[in-house]
């Protein structure tokens, strides 16, 4: 091993093992030697009684077996920091994947307002996902815009290079002179009135979307310049399941 790794050098060093013997005493090794040929001859002479006196000493465990216990009883030990760290393993895996999952796939939303009442109420807890997301009618979309603090999230009407006109007395929406049904989702206040400063009929810009709140005469959408069209690249994605509460726990499928 080299030097400079830090380890400890496990070479054998010679002088260790063999004995020199020194000048003054050279019989010191064959003396080890007459002592071993004695004790054999000793051992021949008893004949079996050496054996019988050997024969208990195979009762005893080896130290191979005791070794064994300990070692058992070592796991036994390490077996619950074990457990213990597999589990905080698994949990910062786990949260790790959830993080990934909620920045690059889906996004979690939290209505603020009764403006897509009754598909969607104040406080529901949404799951948004923009991945392989083109924007078409009938999406629910959350999306962004400068003159509002927080995302709004509404309900796409018409696309861009379609044609919008909307009747406010029976509230008959046309999409390119043909109407839309909205019986499925439309909800209108008759005690309220919506406010609208854009002129009919309304040609969707290219890269743009229009798009109303369910809630008709509680909305703040594309019939005011204060949303306009809404540009695909400020939308953070279309709406794909309420998630809370959950006794209403819902996945809203795309429109055919």
Not at 56 to 67: H, R, V
Request: proline content about 5%.
């Amino acid at each position: 091993m080299d030097e400079n790794s830090g380890g400890v050098n496990n070479k054998p060093n010679l002088n260790e093992i063999f004995i020199t013997p020194d000048d003054d005493s050279p019989d010191e090794n064959i003396n080890i030697d007459e002592s071993k040929d004695n004790s054999a001859e000793n051992a021949a002479a008893s004949g079996t009684e050496g054996t019988s006196f050997n024969e208990p000493q195979s009762d005893l465990p080896s130290d191979g077996d005791t070794d064994g216990s300990d070692d058992d009883d070592d796991e036994e030990k390490i077996n619950p920091i074990r457990f213990l760290f597999d589990i905080t393993e698994t949990l910062a895996i786990s949260t790790c994947a959830v993080v990934l999952i909620f920045t690059l796939i889906v996004r979690l939303a939290i209505v603020d307002g009764p403006s897509m009442r009754h598909t969607l109420e104040n406080s529901d807890a949404l799951l948004v996902s923009d991945l392989f997301f083109e924007p078409k009618y009938g999406d629910i979309i959350v999306f962004t815009n400068d003159n509002f603090d927080k995302p709004l999230v509404k309900r796409v009407i018409a696309t861009e290079g379609q044609v919008v006109d909307i009747d406010f007395d029976t509230w008959t929406v046309t999409v390119d002179g043909v109407p839309i049904d909205e019986s499925n989702y439309i909800y209108i206040d008759k005690n309220a009135r919506s406010f609208s400063d854009v002129e009919y009929p309304y040609t969707v810009p290219t890269g743009c979307v229009f798009v109303m709140g369910d809630n008709r005469n509680h909305s703040t959408d594309s019939r005011d310049t204060r949303v306009g069209p809404v540009d695909t690249r400020r939308i953070m994605g279309r709406v794909i399941c309420r998630i809370a509460p959950i006794s209403k726990i819902k996945v809203f499928e795309r429109f055919s």
